[in-house]
């Protein structure tokens, strides 16, 4: 048997397995079967992230179900052709890489079990040893994926509905930290201990979200994007980063900016010159510090047990000259100075 007909019949395990029946339609048949219109189906079909079919078949039953359930929503007037698309991106850009993450973990946890070898994930035993480790996952991990992604849309309803005094203007305190010098390490660590270090700084940075209260917007590699609603949460969340970083074996120090504005939320995203100035604030900051713009330090002032300090203005490019401010725990200077 050729390597391309082992890659075949690999391809069609997987399809069994995963998606519960083997392809049938063409992208027009399945138009052809719903009422969504052709440009919609497309453009749908790739904001979730994946190619043109080229007329092949590649979708089953249930992409036809999926795309009947699109239809019956526009149908009804619940969505619109555009916010379809928008709803299939976010859905895309979330699950992409939801899905790569746990496939790579279940590959990792069945080498480190020696179940497979490293070098064996592409064997037909190997494959087989995957596919039915993930046969056993895949029902309790979809009901888990359903009432996690519940709970957070219970939590987004209520931080959103939930009555503010004020501007009518979204406001937010947004936090970026970001790995001191990141790039080097990166070209001296080995793979496994560079995805340990980003593994390390994701969960620290997940968990202080999660236990401050402040979203966890996106990761990018060296980097990650919270916001806060009012300042004091953000700085107490940025000492808790710094904290956490200080005690792991694994990761260097951090680097944090904090800017407080008007934001601009989409998909799940945050834009604005504020965001723009917290990322360059954190380009400012020293390592092990978190630099604040004037706004927050403002906001952190009546707060004596944070110390601030004031920096030398500086131009940033596209932005004007900016007073910046580094913030830490008062408790932390006192224990610096009497060093």
């Known amino acids: 048997m050729t390597g391309s007909d082992e890659k075949s019949l690999a391809i069609e395990a997987i399809d069994r397995l995963i998606l519960g029946a083997r392809p049938r339609y063409t992208s027009e ?21 994946f190619p043109d079919s080229q007329g092949a ?4 039953d249930t992409d036809l179900a999926a795309l009947q359930t699109v239809a019956s929503l526009i149908d009804e007037g619940l969505l619109d052709d555009s916010v379809a698309v928008t709803v299939a991106r976010a859905l895309g850009q979330t699950t992409a890489r939801l899905a790569d993450w746990q496939v790579e973990a279940l590959g990792r946890a069945l080498v480190d079990n020696g179940e497979v070898g490293l070098d064996e994930l592409a064997d037909r035993e190997a494959l087989a040893v995957v596919l039915e480790r993930a046969q056993a996952l895949l029902p309790s991990m979809q009901e888990l ?19 503010t005094e004020g501007s009518p203007d ?36 997940f968990g202080v ?37 200080d005690g792991h074996p694994d990761l260097p120090e951090l680097r944090i900016g904090i ?13 604005g010159s504020t965001v723009n100035l917290a990322s360059r604030l954190t380009a400012l900051a020293r390592p092990g510090t978190t ?12 707060d004596s047990a ?33 060093q």
Do not use: N, Y
Not at 181 to 204: K, S, V, Y
């Open 291 to 302: 630099r604040v713009d004037a706004a927050t330090a403002r906001a952190l002032s009546s």
């Open 259 to 271: 800017a407080t504005g008007p934001v601009l939320r989409r998909m799940g995203d945050v834009f």
């Open 306 to 338: 944070i110390a601030i300090r004031q920096t030398a203005p500086r131009r940033l490019r596209g932005i004007g000259v900016v007073r910046s401010f580094e913030v830490d725990q008062a408790s932390a200077w006192t224990r610096a100075a009497g």
């Open 170 to 205: 979204v406001q937010a305190s947004v936090i970026f930290a970001d790995l001191v010098g990141f790039t080097r390490l990166a070209r001296q660590l080995e793979d496994t201990d560079l995805a340990r270090m980003i593994d390390g700084f994701e969960a620290i940075s």
């Open 209 to 245: 979200s999660t236990e401050f209260a402040v979203p966890l917007i996106k990761t990018v590699g060296d980097e990650v994007l919270l916001t806060a609603d009012d300042p004091d949460a953000a700085a107490q969340a940025a000492f808790a980063l710094h904290a956490h970083a």
């Open 145 to 163: 994926l359903v009432h996690v992604w519940r709970r957070h849309i219970a939590a987004v309803m209520e931080r959103r509905l939930a009555p």
């Open 29 to 49: 048949d399945l138009i052809a079967r719903t009422d969504v219109p052709e440009p919609v189906a497309k453009a749908m079909w790739r904001a979730m992230g």
């Open 57 to 60: 078949a590649i979708f089953t």
